[in-house]
């Protein structure tokens, strides 16, 4: 049984080179706290280049409660590698653990352990991974699995949900592979508790947490969920071309889709991809295709293309940073303009975020009905962050329900004269899929009249553009209003933040109520069209509006900023990291006063200058 | 000579190494400085371990200097890192997590550690020793079931003990063994003076006996004596005094005997290597004899000199100033083990 002094949690880092297993060390973790009821977060970074090459991290955050963020600082880093280890050592909180191999084949030269740099206030655990690896294994493969075992043993977690972590992880190896790496673990186990000396704080008592759920949880990626999402939506053509951090969901759909009758086309580029996608699109199977920052680029005159047809299409963007092929395994926030306004001519579309895991499969689900019936693409904004986290789910069908339903509005056969973009109060036209008997009519790029047929009048130009802006904003008007959360009444802070970084906003808007501060935030999902009622209401009560966002400068916050008609404090920055609850509190606690004040403090913050170069508490004016 | 190519290592954490290390700083401000210590703790009072094993006060009471002590001196603190070996002719450390530490200078001050005769050696397991905090922690951590100590020996380390356990409610049995209370050596008035003032507390004092065994049974001791009686209880402490903890030094080329052996100016056998403290047995060149010292006072003095002349100076260790030391109101002369036979 837990006692009340047990921990809720710990935030662990696995760092060895690409290649040494850290990855799957990360995920046997995930599985058995997950087993044992913990809530997960876990976020891997490692090098864009294949493995045996550059540095590689998991990195699982397990608490008693929701996770919303991989956490500030770390509680324990296992040590794969030495060399890659000793900067990590720099994210260590006070009492932390580390986990080293201190039997390693070679002497280190000096600064070159990361057993040197464990300073007061941390705790060195020495332990012979490859030696007790060899001993289970007759190889050193498996230290990685040697570590776990020593870190549950240590901090004394349950031993049975890591060997059905391991089982369950190799399940598809061989017996001996599968018992050499339980038994690896079992020697890890078996030597913290018998021969470590025991210094920290972290005991968990052996016990697993009660944490109430709806449905029974599973670990999933952000990736991994919105595929799912395209499955459950009932997709049956997916065409993609393979780009960090999006491949996955190209993985995920080319093993399942086919099993569920539908097809997938690995293209030859991200043009071939969506235009695949609009095809079929077109002809009235749900479609989708993925991608990033670069391949959205290459796809945007198809998107504009969808958009003039009025064709249902999902679009998963997964941002890394950028420009141009930028940093394939870093994230950011910066796709914003390129998803919402990026295209020749007046093109709107929605755009949809999702703030977490369970999200991606909802609002990707939602993103194949909210194309139906407004007969739009729709791209749904992810980013290498969430892509790549891994959180324990559950109640995934429930979930989605709370983003509305939305109807598609066919055209029956028999009409005559049919109208394809019949010019109606909502902008939505009944629409009949291509050989439909009696509903023949012309689909083109180029502006057409309400049969379809292309025409260059001015003011049917304007009807017709009107027409399309029309659906936008019955989307807004239908799609449920993001609700304030926190404080009520008047506001010391209001808080805007979207997608991946709103956990993180969370965080930080507990963490500044704790100490005092009225604060509340508004997130949406549906980012564009902008949903202006609830922003202009949480301005209306901020002493000061904060958009918090993961790009250089703020992109949202210059919508933002457009619809409250003030001024907000952008803490916006780019990284190689997410950024942290931590990092923003401090960022909105340094600017209680109001933007544009002569005598505001910045919202600058030492390391977010550092990153950003220009700062990230700029204001910017309107 | 100095200067930033310069890296003086002192291995040991404690108030010699640590004058050391402040020392070869103020006087060599570009040089790498560093200290090497098996112990996790920074520079800590360890006459406090007592009151931290009973209660009387947290480990925040503890340490000497905050952290920024160090830092802002630049002088780092390796802690929890054993020293394995060391190579005098690379001048390299091997330490036991198998990195390799280079240094141009070195000083040891590696104090000393629990003695415990060899007729107990079979029964060292189940004896409790207090040189260090991770012992205090141990031995706090199951404080509150404690209810019967037997202290065995009689250094000046147990007589304190046992008046902290006295203080704290527990019952004390007190044996007094001739082979103890090094480093001081009470004579006879003085043992007695002693063992009245334990009694008068309430501690139950046996003379004339010797622990012959201790064997465990569940989680208390029980200690067979040569007198043929056994005293079951919850800790057996063996409080024999201490020795120079110098076992990483065998071996290495440096001469040694019961401490390293270090000529008047705190040089040892090996050019570039110096020791001071409770380790350092100190030649006498008037008295053609090597002497030793213990206590705070002269460590940090003997500290001071080696550093001193790691600088470059020709500082002569003097006799130890504090060679009387005050135990329980009783005082005693030291001699440490120096006349060990």
């Not at chain 1, 705790?123 to 230290?143: C, M």
Request: with cysteine; aromatic share 6%.
């Amino acid at each position: 049984m837990r006692s009340d002094a047990a921990p809720t949690g710990m935030v662990v880092r696995i760092c060895g080179a690409a290649g040494d297993g850290n990855i799957a060390a990360g995920q046997v973790l995930n599985r058995a706290v997950t087993r044992m009821g913990f809530r997960v977060m876990n976020f891997d970074s490692y090098p864009a280049e294949i493995r045996g090459f550059g540095k590689s991290v998991a990195h699982t955050r397990f608490e008693v409660e929701r996770v919303w963020t991989p956490g500030d600082g770390c509680d324990c880093l296992v040590a794969l590698d030495d060399a890659h280890s000793i900067s990590e050592t720099a994210r260590l909180r006070d009492g932390a653990i580390v986990i080293y191999d201190d039997r390693p084949p070679d002497w280190h030269e000096e600064d070159r352990s990361v057993a040197g740099f464990v300073v007061p206030g941390m705790h060195g655990y020495g332990v012979p991974l490859r030696d007790l690896s060899t001993l289970a294994t007759k190889g050193t493969k498996a230290r990685n699995l040697v570590a776990m075992g020593a870190l549950a043993g240590l901090v004394r977690l349950p031993a049975d949900p890591f060997r059905e972590a391991i089982r369950g992880q190799f399940g598809s190896k061989s017996e001996e592979i599968r018992e050499g790496n339980v038994r690896a673990f079992d020697l890890g186990w078996r030597h913290a508790t018998e021969r470590l000396k025991k210094r920290d704080r972290f005991d968990f008592g052996l016990a697993a947490p009660v944490v109430e759920r709806v449905g029974k949880a599973e670990i999933l990626s952000g990736n991994e969920a919105a595929a799912r999402g395209c499955l459950d939506a009932g997709l049956l053509m997916y065409a993609g071309y393979p780009i960090t951090p999006a491949t996955k969901i190209l993985e995920v759909l080319a093993k399942k889709l086919p099993k569920a009758g539908g097809v997938v086309v690995q293209t030859e580029d991200e043009i071939s991809a969506i235009a695949h996608a609009v095809g079929a699109g077109w002809a009235g199977t749900r479609a989708a295709t993925a991608t990033s920052g670069p391949g959205l680029s290459l796809m945007v005159e198809m998107l504009n293309l969808a958009v003039m047809a009025e064709v249902p299409v999902v679009v998963i963007d997964s941002q890394r940073g950028g420009p141009s092929t930028g940093l394939p395994t870093r994230t950011e926030q910066s796709d914003f303009r390129l998803a919402a306004h990026g295209a020749s001519g007046d093109s709107p579309r929605p755009v949809l975020a999702p703030a977490d895991v369970a999200e991606c499969h909802a609002l990707t689900f939602k993103a194949f009905e909210v194309a139906d019936a407004f007969q739009t693409p729709v791209l749904v904004l992810l980013d290498f962050f969430l892509s790549n986290r891994i959180e324990d789910v559950s109640g995934l069908a429930e979930a989605a329900a709370r983003f509305g339903t939305y109807a598609e509005k066919r055209a029956t056969a028999g009409e005559g004269g049919y109208r394809r973009y019949a010019l109606t109060d909502d902008g939505v036209s009944p629409r009949a899929v291509p050989g439909t008997e009696g509903l023949f009519h012309p689909a083109t790029g180029l502006e057409h009249d309400e049969r379809g047929f292309p025409s260059y009048d001015g003011p049917n130009h304007v009807r017709m553009s009107d027409k399309r802006h029309r659906k936008m904003a019955a989307l807004a008007a239908r799609w449920p209003e993001p609700e304030a959360v926190g404080a009520e009444g008047p506001l010391d802070l209001g808080v805007v933040s979207w997608g991946s970084t709103i956990g993180a906003a969370t965080e930080a808007m507990r963490a500044l109520a704790a100490r005092g501060l009225a604060v509340a935030g508004v997130f949406p999902r549906l980012i564009w069209p902008v949903q202006e009622r609830p922003l202009r209401a949480l301005s209306e009560r901020s002493r000061v509006l904060a958009v918090v966002e993961m790009n250089h400068g703020g992109q949202y916050a210059d919508e933002v900023e457009r619809v409250v008609g003030r001024r907000v404090l952008r803490v916006a920055r780019i990284g190689a990291d997410p950024i942290g609850a931590a990092e923003i509190a401090e960022a909105l606690v340094g600017a209680r006063k109001e933007p544009g004040d002569s005598t505001a403090e910045t919202a600058e913050t030492a390391e977010t200058a550092e990153r950003n170069g220009t700062g990230g508490g700029q204001e910017h004016g309107t | 000579m100095g200067g930033a190519g310069e890296h003086y290592v002192i291995i040991g954490n404690g108030v010699a190494g640590n004058r050391a290390a402040e020392v070869l700083r103020d006087g060599d401000p570009e040089a790498r400085v560093t200290i090497v210590s098996d112990e996790s703790q920074p520079f800590y009072y360890r006459h406090l371990l007592r009151d931290l094993v009973t209660g009387a006060v947290g480990e925040d009471r503890l340490g000497v200097r905050p952290l920024s002590w160090w830092s802002d001196r630049r002088i780092r603190l390796r802690l929890g890192q054993r020293v394995q070996r060391i190579d005098f002719g690379a001048k390299t450390i091997y330490l036991a997590h198998r990195e390799k530490l280079g240094y141009t200078r070195l000083v040891v001050c590696a104090g000393s550690k629990p003695r415990v005769p060899e007729t107990l050696w079979a029964s060292r397991a189940h004896l409790t020793v207090m040189k260090t905090i991770e012992d205090a922690r141990a031995l706090r951590d199951r404080f509150g079931d404690v209810r019967h100590v037997l202290i065995a020996g009689g250094d000046m380390v147990s007589v304190r003990t046992a008046a902290a356990f006295l203080l704290a409610g527990r019952k004390v049995t007190f044996l007094v063994d001739r082979d103890a209370f090094w480093p001081i050596e009470p004579g006879p008035e003085q043992r007695a003076e002693l063992a009245a003032a334990l009694r008068s507390r309430g501690a139950e004092v046996i003379e004339d006996d010797a622990v012959v065994a201790v064997e465990p049974v569940g989680d208390a001791r029980v200690v067979a004596l040569k007198s043929g009686r056994t005293v079951r209880c919850d800790v057996a402490g063996a409080f024999f005094g201490l020795v120079p903890d110098i076992d990483f030094l065998a071996g290495s080329g440096l001469d040694l005997e019961r401490g390293v052996l270090v000529d008047e100016h705190l040089r040892t056998s090996v050019e570039g290597v110096w020791a001071a403290g409770d380790c350092a047995q100190v030649y006498n060149p008037d008295l053609r004899n090597w002497w030793v010292s213990v206590g705070w006072g002269n460590a940090e003095r003997l500290g001071e000199v080696a550093a001193r002349n790691v600088l470059g100076d020709a500082v002569r260790a003097t006799g130890p100033a504090e060679s009387v030391l005050r135990c329980d109101g009783v005082v005693v002369a030291t001699r440490w083990w120096v006349d060990l036979p």
